[in-house]
């Protein structure tokens, strides 16, 4: 019995051992999500969050997203002209409507046409002196149509030197009887591309001034200070007819600031995407007067340095006017900007209605601000704006010294919040130490699959290319969901999860990886806040409004909230990010109706499709990066893995078998066409002695997208001889090629297609007309040019010789890209009207040979 006591109660003894280790390890398990391996033969105990749970989230933000873009889409009601008694000092939008149609039936209006020059100007004229003749009497209106010449160096795209000959602007000034000796400018440009009608650009812009000032001129009392309205008629000509203006006209002298209105797209809301530089009174006067704002300093830092191939006439007011302004554009349904379906059907009247009346409450608020006294305004002139809006419902603006300061609280906020989450790890039994370690090891692995996103939408995007399946969303932007935003969130997923399986066997408790994950994407926005505040990124704003978010969700889930280990957890966390995920929604909502269209003129060898895609997956992977430590608290995380990949899988056959991603429309109402330049040109090399080497005529196909020429062979046999161009890059400068404006670097890749030689009716003829040797081995040839009212000069000096001087301008000459290491100088010479030969000398600097 003794023997046998003793068994049963060293039995009963080990038993109530492996009891309390089982319970402890049941009490373990239940922290652990199903794909713990620990778990695998005991109970689970379920996590807060379901496959479906996780799955609701991801499209609750889907939708967000997709409400977003509709209500980008909303306009104000327009008024008619038969609103106007009961609305006598609004914006009419019709009769905007009304000048548009007039305007655009002329045609295309390119400078030194006929329709430029003369119809165009009639017009504008006709409307104006009409206002006039209507305006109260305490107002004093003044026409001038300006002829102007002259030359500056432009570094817009591979830098060139522009001549002007003769091209005209008209001027009005609206004043009261008493003028004011300063005044703001409003500009916009009625001129046009070769082949377009320019509703949109600009001739919106222009009906919208010509309304503004008929409402001006109704007004019972004048403005303290004067407002200038220029329709300049040669922008398309590469900002001509605004430097004309800003320098040499009389009234340019009393100009304080200005407000530029352009368009490189089709209706829509009107954004403003630069300011300054410098006088944040002007930003102030936009935040406290327009009903609809929009705008963004991003927009200007992207625009400013240089990776959206265009510019605006705010570049000449601001470097030889030395001014400061607001830049206003149009950017949504840019795929018919520059081509003839630019028409007024293609413009809203709620976007003349928005335009309208947010411009002319900016115009009258300035015009009565006290700031265009230089006195005054140099006093408020100090320091760069950070600015934008808040989903077009208010303004957020402070200088760059103000948001410095934010920056380094929220920075400051930041190192708190993680020392506190470092410091609670140790009352968890965890080695300070080891959570450092696993901190940054997190860090690592979120932009180890950062890394993987952007392979992997790239290799996407190349594997569709080499299939000729690109640019399917060129037409249907959703194919940017399927193809590129999906990747974008399950690729870090992926490797999140199996970084977790290794982080499991060293951190136990899913908890406390869950907030490991979310420090480390809080020490990513720390380091991006950083930067931008080191390199003063102005754009800083938005990683700051990440970390100060972040800040806020990591002191409720740690401190106020730290008791709750259920579903609240994860809607707590997602909740506090759900205002940074809005705004920056909405900045890459906008940005996408910027960047697809140009995707469609940027040049073959630009791989739109790789560029779009390497875009589209660093947006979208830093804007759903937040979601990803989700993923730790979910049941099973296979089913959320395996529902997105096949939807990305699924994607890909539907593109590749069926015809669903053809990239274009030809609809009425949304159009999305191919666009293909087809120059018919004849191309004479000289020797060096002027002799007569060789002579080819064809044409010369400019390939505008990555689809070009292919896309069209069926169509147009003769493209079946399209030939790419590329020995003659190397043995001609510019290829040898009539390039009208320097792009050299943008658009490369063109085809040739021989052909019969076209009829010039106004042939050029360059004429060496002196050689003249000066002091200091310096060689002056002077030349003349006679031809049409178009040209290009280009110039790259031989080995041991050096441009130092000319004619054509009294700058520097500015030089281009280099050509086997030799400079290149591109001019670009326009004659509006009165045709004279142009005359010109180039001084060249010859070093002298060593004879050895």
């Known amino acids: 019995m003794p023997l046998l006591c003793g068994v049963y109660c060293q039995n009963l003894e080990r038993s109530e051992r492996s009891e309390i280790r089982y319970r402890a390890k049941l009490r373990h398990e239940s922290l652990l999500p199903k794909h713990y391996p620990d778990q695998k033969h005991a109970f689970r105990t379920l996590l807060p969050a379901s496959t479906l749970c996780y799955l609701t989230i991801l499209v609750s933000f889907v939708l967000i997203f997709v409400i977003i873009e509709q209500l980008e889409k909303q306009l104000p009601p327009p008024l008619m002209v038969k609103d106007e008694p009961a609305n006598p000092h609004r914006f009419i939008a019709e009769r905007a409507k009304n000048h548009v149609v007039n305007l655009t039936s002329l045609g295309p209006r390119p400078t030194g046409s006929f329709e430029n020059e003369v119809l165009a100007v009639n017009f504008l004229s006709k409307e104006i002196n009409y206002i006039i003749s209507r305006a109260k009497k305490v107002h004093r209106i003044v026409l001038d149509v300006q002829k102007v010449s002259g030359s500056f160096p432009l570094s817009f795209l591979d830098g060139m030197t522009s001549v002007y000959r003769n091209v005209q602007n008209v001027v009005v000034r609206i004043s009261g009887v008493q003028e004011s000796a300063h005044s703001l400018l409003i500009n916009c440009h009625f001129d046009t591309v070769t082949d377009s009608p320019g509703g949109s650009d600009d001739g919106a812009s222009c009906a919208v001034m010509l309304e503004m000032l008929r409402v001006m001129s109704q007004r019972d009392a004048a403005l303290p200070h004067n407002v200038v309205l220029l329709f300049n008629g040669a922008e398309e000509n590469l900002l001509q007819a605004s430097h004309g203006f800003i320098t040499q006209h009389r009234w340019a002298s009393e100009v304080r600031a200005f407000v530029n209105l352009e368009s490189c797209g089709a209706g829509g809301r009107e954004i403003l995407f630069q300011a300054g530089p410098e006088h944040p009174w002007l930003m102030q006067a936009y935040a406290e007067t327009v009903p609809y704002p929009l705008a963004s300093s991003l927009a200007q830092e992207v625009f400013e340095s240089g990776i959206i191939p265009g510019d605006t006439d705010f570049r000449i007011f601001r470097d030889f006017g030395h001014i400061s302004g607001l830049d206003f554009a149009w950017v949504t349904n840019g795929y018919v900007y520059h081509t003839r379906l630019d028409n007024a059907a293609q413009i809203p009247l709620g976007t003349l209605q928005r335009t309208g009346d947010n411009i002319l409450s900016l115009t009258l608020k300035l015009a009565s601000a006290d700031q265009l006294v230089p006195s005054s305004s140099q006093s408020a002139a100090a320091g760069k704006i950070i600015f934008f809006d808040v989903i077009g419902a208010f303004i957020v603006y402070w200088s760059e010294l103000v948001g410095n300061l934010l920056n380094v609280a929220v920075l400051a906020f930041s190192i708190y919040t993680l020392n506190f989450n470092i410091n609670k790890s140790v009352s968890e039994d965890i080695v300070k130490q080891l959570y450092m370690r696993q901190m940054f090891l997190c860090t690592g692995v979120i932009v180890c699959g950062w890394v993987l996103s952007l392979l992997t939408c790239g290799l996407t995007a190349f594997t569709l290319t080499m299939l000729n399946r690109a640019m399917s969303w060129f037409a249907r932007p959703v194919w940017i969901f399927f193809l590129y935003i999906i990747p974008s969130l399950l690729v870090p997923l992926l490797v999140t999860l199996l970084a977790a399986r290794r982080q499991r066997l060293v951190i136990r408790s899913p908890w406390t990886l869950f907030r490991l994950y979310c420090d480390a994407n809080q020490i990513l926005y720390t380091t991006m806040t950083l930067i931008c505040l080191l390199f003063r990124i102005r754009s800083g704003f938005i990683p700051a409004m990440w970390l100060f978010f972040s800040c806020i969700s990591s002191v409720l889930r740690e401190r106020i909230f730290a008791h709750w280990k259920d579903w609240r957890i994860l809607v707590l966390y997602v909740g506090c990010l759900v205002l940074p995920y809005i705004e920056c929604a909405y900045i890459i909502n906008g940005s996408l109706q910027l960047i697809i269209p140009i995707m469609g003129r940027s040049g073959s060898g630009n791989h739109a499709e790789i560029v779009l895609g390497m875009i589209s997956s660093a947006m979208f992977t830093l804007l759903l990066s937040f979601l990803v430590p989700g993923i730790l608290l979910v049941q099973i995380p296979k089913r959320v893995v395996s529902f997105l990949s096949a939807i990305f899988f699924i994607a890909i056959l539907v593109l590749i078998l069926t015809p669903l991603g053809f990239p274009y429309s030809s609809d009425p109402a949304a159009p999305a066409p191919q666009r ?10 000289h020797g060096v002695g002027g002799e007569v080497e060789e002579q080819r005529a064809g044409f010369w196909v400019i390939n505008l997208d990555v689809n070009s020429p292919r896309s069209v062979s069926s169509l147009v046999p ?5 030939q790419v161009i590329d020995e003659d890059c190397d043995k001609r400068l510019y290829c040898g ?15 040739w297609i021989p052909g019969p030689s076209p009829i010039i009716s106004i042939p050029t003829e360059l004429t060496l007309l002196q050689r003249e040797v000066r002091p200091q081995n310096i060689h002056r040839l002077t030349f003349e040019a006679v031809g049409p009212d178009h040209m290009t000069l280009l110039v790259s000096p031989r080995d041991g010789m050096e441009l ?14 280099k050509w086997h290491g030799r400079n290149t100088y591109f001019v670009y010479y326009s004659c509006a009207s009165d045709p004279e030969p142009w005359r010109f000398y180039i001084d060249f600097k010859v070093r002298p040979y060593k004879i050895a």
Do not use: N
């Open 676 to 685: 293909h330049m087809i120059l018919h040109v004849e191309r004479t090399f």
């Open 718 to 722: 003769e493209m079946a001889r399209a």
């Open 804 to 817: 130092i001087g000319w004619s054509v301008d009294a700058s520097k000459p500015l030089a281009g890209p």
């Open 737 to 751: 090629l009539p390039y009208i404006i320097p792009v050299m670097t943008f658009i490369w890749q063109t085809h």
